[in-house]
């Protein structure tokens, strides 16, 4: 049986003190081929921000990469892996492999990973709204025997499905589940999680992510409080794995560490929460709630079209475009919030990332 090599304690203290991870897009060309030369400048972009890690393979990469007829799952992965261990990073960075389907798809996808030299999984508990939740826990603690776990609460709009509480306590005593990425977009459900991991003997083990976009500063400077076994336990979200972060991510990971020092200060000013509206409203225009999220992943890549890491929006499935309105709403995030786009960066990096 393939497992990963271990965490290091260097990694584990970044992945526990906060880091920026996006979810990586995928690169195509007008006929919906690879692009590979736009989708290693996009990890050498990423890298460059100061970003802590990449996910791939995951939503924004498109699930389709997993058709037989595509055929690009193991290619996208195989490329980002490339370029990470080419960089000579003298940092943690974590290559984050998104698994997902039913037990033996999901092994086999852990066995590509862990051959590639992938860090963690995040294994998405999508599209198996008939299982139990204790066929959930016996897949999850499968892959977890051949490497890391990063968990994975997806919100039902987008094909997940509400968990337990109970469901959360026993995910968290699976060994070698080392973090969890809260995407329901709800905060019931985000706090059954925290809960759920303060009252695990593992908590200390365990790093929480945001994947909620509708409230990304409001997670980060929230410290969650319980009484557990009548003394109090307290968790904070450290940091993100976000499609969000795809974009503009040299300003995310300014911002995460303007928040690590505000947090230390233990002064947080009411600007926060306004700068918490303004990120909340460019996730607005980039993932399409508006229309049930269907232009989420072309919105993503029209930003980074025009800042030339992209060639063009096309994804894999030619109906996924743009929503009506939608190019307007990008618009309107430039005009109102420039202080939180990154293009002068990229404008001064992107012909070394392309070559």
């Keep these: 049986m393939s497992t990963s090599k271990p965490i290091t304690a260097e990694m584990k203290r970044a992945l526990h003190d906060g880091l920026v991870i996006p979810a990586h ?24 921000a100061g970003a802590g890690g990449v996910a791939v393979g995951v939503h924004s990469t498109q699930f389709e990469i997993r058709d037989p007829e595509v055929g690009l799952f193991e290619p996208v992965l195989r490329l980002a892996a490339e370029e990470v261990d080419n960089a000579g990073l003298k940092r943690p960075f974590f290559k984050v492999a998104g698994i997902c389907g039913p037990t033996e798809q999901a092994l086999a996808e852990a066995d590509i990973a862990v051959g590639l030299g992938y860090d963690v999984g995040l294994v998405s508990m999508g599209g198996l709204r008939d299982w139990t939740e204790e066929q959930h826990l016996a897949r999850i603690a499968k892959v977890a025997e051949k490497m890391p776990v990063f968990g994975f609460y997806l919100q039902p709009s987008v094909g997940g499905r509400i968990f337990s509480y109970d469901f959360w ?16 977009f709800n905060r019931y459900q985000t706090i059954d999680v925290v809960r759920a991991v303060c009252n695990s003997k593992r908590r200390d083990e365990i790093a929480l992510y945001t994947g909620n976009d509708d409230n990304i500063v409001n997670d980060l400077f929230t410290a969650y409080r319980f009484m557990v076994d009548g003394q109090p336990v307290e968790k904070r979200i450290v940091g993100g794995l976000l499609g969000h972060w795809a974009v503009w991510t040299q300003k995310a990971v300014e911002l995460l560490e303007k928040i690590k020092q505000v947090r230390g200060d233990g002064q947080i000013s009411e600007e926060w929460l306004t700068r918490n509206v303004e990120v909340t409203d460019t996730n607005a225009a980039f993932f399409d709630p508006a229309h049930h999220f269907e232009g989420c992943i072309p919105g993503i890549h029209e930003v980074l079209r025009r800042q030339g890491l992209l060639q063009g929006r096309w994804c894999l499935n030619p109906k996924e475009e743009l929503s009506p309105g939608q190019m307007e709403e990008i618009d309107r995030m430039y005009r109102d919030y420039p202080h939180l786009n990154d293009d002068a960066f990229v404008r001064d990096h992107l012909q070394e990332w392309l070559k």
């Design 25 to 48: 897009p995928l690169a195509l060309t007008a006929d919906r081929k690879l692009d590979e030369k736009h989708q290693r400048a996009l990890t050498r972009y990423y890298m460059a």
């Design 169 to 184: 306590k026993a995910f968290a005593d699976i060994p070698n589940i080392i973090a969890i990425k809260m995407a329901p």
